[in-house]
């Protein structure tokens, strides 16, 4: 397993120092530390989905509402972006955030679940609310930051520089969204018509 070396205080040792008031000196007994390098094991390990911070809704609804309305503007347009302080555009920026979480919680679950039938530690889905993460809370979509792994533990850093952990890291990943896509497909799909026979009525 993976660690870091940490300096402590392992013992001390007594010295003779003086000390002078005015004309005269005095002993004094003091001491100096011992100080070695200890070994400290990591033992954090597992992987972990972030969405973005509650306290960070206002910069998802203003990230949201920029995106949304440009998709439909080029170079020449001459059409504003919508005012954020509009009672009306308010509204329809705090429907698209919620949509938003949802879907990223979604997603999130499933990247989750993938990785811990994989057999890793699945350490949950979070939010950071003391400090924002600005790739989470720039975007107008759903959005998710995947944490694969610990690199200052050894054993996750060479599990995820082999071969086989990329390779399963990005399967679990991949599967993840697929099965994501396939849920929102099936939520789109129509409902199908059952044919009605037509009832025959007595002459």
Request: glycine share 6%; hydrophobic share 35%.
């Amino acid at each position: 397993a993976g660690g870091w070396y940490e300096r402590r205080v392992v013992g001390k040792v007594p010295y003779t120092k003086y000390v002078k008031k005015g004309k005269k000196t005095y002993k004094r007994k003091a001491y100096r530390y011992k100080y070695s390098k200890v070994w400290v094991p990591n033992k954090a390990k597992g992987t972990e989905t972030y969405l973005w911070a509650l306290n960070k809704d206002d910069a998802k609804k203003t990230s949201v509402a920029k995106n949304d309305f440009t998709e439909d503007m080029d170079s020449l347009s001459t059409l504003a972006l919508p005012d954020p302080t509009d009672p009306a555009e308010k509204v329809r920026m705090l429907i698209y955030t919620r949509h938003f979480f949802k879907k990223s919680l979604q997603l999130a679950d499933l990247v989750q679940e993938q990785f811990k039938k994989a057999g890793r530690i699945d350490r949950g889905v979070k939010q950071r609310n003391n400090k924002g993460i600005w790739v989470l809370q720039a975007t107008a979509m759903p959005s998710i930051l995947i944490e694969i792994g610990f690199i200052s533990n050894k054993e996750e850093e060479d599990y995820m520089l082999s071969d086989k952990g990329q390779k399963e890291i990005v399967g679990n990943i991949f599967t993840a969204i697929k099965k994501y896509k396939e849920t929102l497909e099936k939520q789109a799909s129509p409902v199908k018509k059952v044919p009605v026979k037509p009832v025959k009525t007595p002459n």
